[in-house]
């Protein structure tokens, strides 16, 4: 996976945590079969730049944990001709995804587990939004959603 991660915290994200992410979600993205050249990327924020994204898109004016940003694709509007295999090699771009690094300490805390975990679960539960999982459609899509991230994360290592 083409990963590209930015760091526009204060205080700055630690190479280990960058690290970590870049690990998680290519696991993620080995484990439900994207193609290698996938891209996507990673901001990490502090609580009041996230709020501000919550507010402008989402109209909560309150600081979240994660929001993603999927790239949708409504059809083909390529106005190049290219053949299947030809097709496959371009790489496709799945969204963007923001962390807030303030929560993440905040939840690790309230919720009696690592850092390392609740960064893992954040990522990989925006990661999953950007490939079409979506917990708030429908009870049967929640129980999908959150089985499926458990899975990744305890497979990983990352246990509660």
């Known amino acids: ?15 280990e945590h960058i690290e970590l992410t870049k690990k998680v979600l290519d ?6 079969d994207l193609p ?3 891209e996507m990327s990673v901001t ?13 898109y989402r109209g909560l004016d309150k600081p979240t944990d994660v929001i993603s940003f999927a790239i949708e694709e409504d059809g083909d509007d390529t106005p190049l001709i290219m053949d299947d295999e030809m097709a496959a090699d371009l790489a496709k771009n799945i969204g963007d995804i923001i962390v807030s690094v303030d929560k993440i300490a905040e939840q690790a805390v309230y919720l009696e587990h690592s850092y390392e975990r609740e960064l893992g679960f954040l990522i990989v ?6 490939n079409g999982y979506d917990h708030m459609r429908s009870e049967e899509d929640e129980r999908i959603h959150f089985a499926l991230q458990a899975k990744i994360l305890d497979d990983y290592g990352l246990t509660r």
Not at 27 to 32: D, R
Request: charged fraction near 25%; aromatic fraction near 14%.
């Open 1 to 15: 996976m083409d990963l590209a991660v930015f760091d526009q915290t204060k205080e700055g994200v630690s190479a």
């Open 27 to 32: 696991y993620a993205g080995k484990y439900i």
């Open 36 to 38: 290698d050249n996938t």
């Open 44 to 56: 990490f924020v502090n609580n009041d730049e996230i709020q501000r994204y919550n507010r402008e």
């Open 125 to 130: 539960h925006g990661f999953l939004h950007l």
